[in-house]
């Protein structure tokens, strides 16, 4: 284990951090610009592959659709856990306790916590939930996802375990609560159709005398 600083860090994350962050060093200035700006383009591009799967599923019928209300919300609570781990972990970033040079510009600040990764968490949840919406959209989204999480640590501001923490986390979530929560969301979209199509029974006439 290596002392970072706050918490003890995995030997082998530690020294793959370093040889990833050298090899970011030594990579033409074409590719560190790409990785460093990456991040942010591939979740918002998970995104749009999570809405067009969405999408696709407000035709089918009320489990579809419920899979395409309520699948931005493992995300959001995937990012929560994430939030709420980093207080609890308390891990320093390796840009500050490592010693290697980075090129995402500058180290989080104090108290931005590294693990886990907040964007490797919210793009795992973003690939598995559209992998469960829509296949064929899901096996784009899972490289790209891959490659977010990469980026993190190319750019020297997570280890490797935070990111492989992140996606297991985002993954984890999406897989478990994307069924669960639209289960009873079905469930209600059958009772509003059941009611909508429920014949209204008429007003018995008043017989004359």
């Known amino acids: 284990m290596v ?10 994350s530690a020294e793959w951090y370093r040889d990833v962050v050298d090899a970011a060093a030594g990579s033409p200035d074409p590719l560190r610009w790409f990785v460093g700006h990456a991040t942010e383009g591939v979740i918002l ?3 749009a592959l999570l809405v067009v799967a969405a ?3 407000l035709s089918g019928g009320p489990r579809d659709r419920a899979l395409a209300l309520v699948a931005p919300l493992p995300t959001l609570l995937a990012y929560a ?3 709420w781990l980093k207080t ?5 970033r390796p840009c500050r306790t490592v010693g290697r040079a980075i090129i995402a510009g500058a180290c989080p600040p104090p108290g931005d916590w590294s693990f886990p990764s907040n964007h490797a968490t919210i793009a795992g949840a973003l690939a598995v939930t559209t992998l469960l919406l829509s296949r ?3 096996l784009v989204a899972l490289p790209l996802a891959a490659l977010a999480a990469f980026s993190r640590v190319f750019v020297g501001v997570h280890y490797p375990h935070d990111v492989a ?3 297991l986390l985002g993954a984890l979530v999406a897989a478990l609560l994307t069924p669960l929560l639209a289960r009873p969301t079905a469930e209600a979209l059958r009772r509003r159709a059941d009611r ?3 014949p209204t029974p008429k007003l018995a006439s008043r017989s004359r005398p």
Do not use: F, H
């Not at 002392?3 to 082998?12: A, C, L, Q, T, Y």
């Not at 609890?88 to 320093?92: K, L, M």
């Open 3 to 12: 002392d970072n600083g706050s918490k003890d860090v995995p030997e082998i």
């Open 45 to 47: 591009l998970l995104g």
């Open 55 to 57: 999408l696709s599923r």
């Open 81 to 83: 856990g994430s939030e």
């Open 88 to 92: 609890v972990v308390d891990e320093d």
């Open 136 to 138: 064929r959209l899901g």
């Open 165 to 167: 923490a992140g996606v």
């Open 196 to 198: 909508a199509t429920r």
